[in-house]
């Protein structure tokens, strides 16, 4: 499965909604971040245009491995707020890199509804 992530906009720390990657929720929980897993707020096997709406009406970003995120329907595009990370690197250097690029994402997110973090940066789509 993807790393899907949910963390509410505005101040951090944030809440996290993670979908797997127990390297990535033991670093997010170590920087002060509040984790639940997906299994606590939804069902298993959600659909990525539900997990969406969800997201949206909980004011929340999906920082995520699928790029299916940013490719959902175009009304979900125009408000739903993601961060899709295309990285490939151990779980522990993904992490501290996902943590060390996290702010200024979701400073991106403030004018942009998705944003591609990979090794070179992050940029908006």
Known sequence: MCLAELARLGALPSSYIPEGGVARVRELRRAGYRVAT???????GIRNDELASLSIKHGMIIITRDVDFTRLKRDLMRKIKAIYVKLRMAPDR??????????SCIEK???????????????AI
Do not use: F, R
């Open 38 to 44: 997906i299994d606590q707020i939804a069902k298993q």
């Open 94 to 103: 993904m992490a501290e890199y996902i943590l060390n690029n996290l702010s």
């Open 109 to 123: 997110l403030s004018t942009a509804n998705v944003v591609i973090l990979d090794e070179a940066d992050y940029h």
